[in-house]
Nanobody, 119 residues
Framework: QVQLVESGGGLVQTGGSLRLSCVVSGSIYTINDMGWYRQAPGKPRELVAALIRGGVTRYADSVKGRFTISRDNAKNTVYLEMNNLKPEDTAVYYC?????????????WGQGTQVTVSS
């Protein structure tokens, strides 16, 4: 069993920065890929960033050049560094993980953390 706990959300002004953290516990040896989704009211869920097999990164076009996904294995933590935030980045951000590689479902989810960007 895997547990994911996000933190680091908050209220920031346009152009500001936040770093989200996701602490992974439980059967962490079963995890292959990590990712961050976001969900805004009235909008479809969007995969913002993914860390594939602990090395290759992927980003949504809407956040390329502004967001960075990384990990610290010693702390069992995955980060999402968000820079130059825009009002359209406002959403609940979810940490997610999967036990298999690309093409498989995301198996585990955190509870979400709210990010609000004021104009």
């Amino acid at each position: 069993q895997v547990q994911l706990v996000e933190s680091g959300g908050g209220l920031v002004q346009t152009g500001g920065s936040l770093r989200l953290s996701c602490v992974v516990s439980g059967s962490i040896y079963t995890i292959n890929d990590m990712g961050w989704y976001r969900q805004a009211p009235g909008k479809p869920r969007e995969l913002v960033a993914a860390l594939i097999r602990g090395g290759v990164t992927r980003y949504a076009d809407s956040v390329k050049g502004r967001f960075t996904i990384s990990r610290d294995n010693a702390k069992n933590t995955v980060y999402l560094e968000m820079n130059n935030l825009k009002p359209e980045d406002t959403a609940v951000y979810y940490c997610t993980a999967r036990s298999r590689g690309p093409g498989s479902a995301w198996d585990y989810w955190g509870q979400g953390t709210q990010v609000t960007v004021s104009s």
